[in-house]
């Protein structure tokens, strides 16, 4: 049966039960109620992470109420074909989501944002032409209204540094596919970390794995898109501190990055949406070169044309950190974020050979960014910001 507009959407109490295990494959089962959906998602109440090569249950996080359609939609008439161009996109404040909301108005496509209410407006994404819309994924009776009228969802959300990681992860995730099944949504396009099916030690990986795994489950047309990092970071943690002749953190660990700049991966994006091949399938995008943490350091303080003051911060004292802040229950979230750091700044290579990517896209590697021309560009124009200001600085001196 086709989905239509539901007449009524409200939260029940979960339903189904869908256990995710993690041993050297991901097993799922779930259970759901005759009077679900009528091509329902799969609704998961909990899943439990466990390591093969641990002997403990594995850790189980509880989702919430969810989202269930309750509209008998036999007897509702079709309604309005939404247009291909009218996108969704969910976490349009960040670092990617703005390079998603300007790549998809410069290309005519009709954007709506979907925003937390907050004390300062996200006035610049109406300044740009797009849609603003109110809606919280903590809260799962907020999400149906903003998918009236949306052909495809383009979710690049995550939680905030203070939030428990499952609270939007995975919850608010589950919600917000729940609902895009049931409003008929054509197309869900979801960026994951690459890697996450190798680190289930690690809360936010495991649960990207595990979001992975239910939206292909859920039968919703979609694009999963595994990203490395993006070289907008590296501005705050590297750049800006050397200029400032603040404290740069590093670790001695010989991890090695792939950067990519948010705007290529915009950009790659579309025309992955584009592409009816691709429908379905699961793709990583990485910078053209992986680098460590030392290296990027080395090239930021030859083009800032002065030393940085680093502070390194040895692997073992972050594991000493995540396992003290386990002893203590308001500091677990704490604790979760370390094991995600502790894994980037392992001896791993967060980056994938991209021949075949470019290929399929159409894309030639050399219209790709490297990282060398991204912090050129960035320090060029920054230094010569800099200069400007100190020269009318000067002009504007007045002497009694």
């Known amino acids: 049966m086709a989905w239509r507009l539901p007449t009524q959407l409200a939260t029940t109490p979960p339903r189904s039960v869908k ?15 005759p009077d679900g959906l009528s091509s329902p998602p799969p609704s998961p109440s909990l899943f439990t992470l ?14 919430q109420p969810l989202v269930t359609c309750t509209a008998q939609t036999a007897n509702l008439a079709p309604g309005t074909p939404v247009r291909p161009t009218s996108i969704l996109v969910v976490g349009s404040t960040g ?25 300062a407006p996200a006035d610049f994404l109406r300044d740009w032409g797009a849609t603003v819309v109110n809606a919280d994924l903590s809260k799962p009776e907020t999400i149906p209204a903003t998918l009236v009228g949306i052909h495809t969802i383009i979710d690049c959300a995550t939680g905030r540094p203070e939030e428990p990681i499952k609270t939007v992860d995975w919850e608010g995730k589950v919600a ?49 898109i595994r990203l490395c990092g993006f070289m907008q970071g590296l501005i705050g943690q590297y750049a800006v501190p050397i200029l400032e002749e603040k404290s740069v953190w590093g670790t001695d660990a010989p991890t090695r990055i792939a950067y990519m700049d948010t705007q290529d991966i915009a950009r790659l994006t579309f025309i992955a949406l584009r592409n009816e091949k691709i429908n379905g399938k699961l793709l990583t995008f990485a910078g053209p070169r992986a680098w460590t943490t030392q290296e990027v350091i080395t090239l930021c303080e030859r083009l800032a044309g002065q030393d940085a003051n680093v502070t390194t911060v040895p692997v073992s004292v972050l594991r000493l950190t995540r396992q003290l802040t386990r002893l203590f229950e308001w ?12 894994v980037l700044t392992s001896d791993t290579v967060f980056s994938t050979p991209m021949t075949e990517t470019y290929k399929l896209l159409g894309v030639d590697s050399k219209d790709i960014i490297t990282l060398e021309k991204y912090l050129q560009d960035y320090f060029t124009n920054i230094l010569k910001k800099l200069k400007d200001l100190k020269a009318q600085s000067k002009q504007t001196d007045i002497f009694f």
């Open 50 to 63: 466990a390591s093969s090569s641990s002997s403990s249950p594995g850790r189980r996080c509880y989702v």
């Open 331 to 342: 500091t677990n979230d704490v604790a979760d974020r370390l094991a995600f750091s502790e």
């Open 95 to 119: 670092t990617l989501g703005r390079q998603i909301v300007r790549r998809a108005l410069d290309e005519g496509y009709d954007v709506r944002c979907l925003v937390r209410p907050r004390p």
């Open 19 to 33: 256990t995710c295990t993690r041993h050297d494959s991901l097993s799922w089962r779930h259970t759901l109620s």
């Open 176 to 224: 917000l596919i729940q609902c895009a099944k049931a409003m008929g949504i054509q197309k869900f396009v979801f960026y994951s970390i690459h890697n996450c099916d190798k680190h289930p030690e690690v809360p936010l990986m495991e649960i990207k794995y595990c979001t992975e795994k239910f939206l292909k489950d859920s039968g919703i047309n979609h694009i999963i």
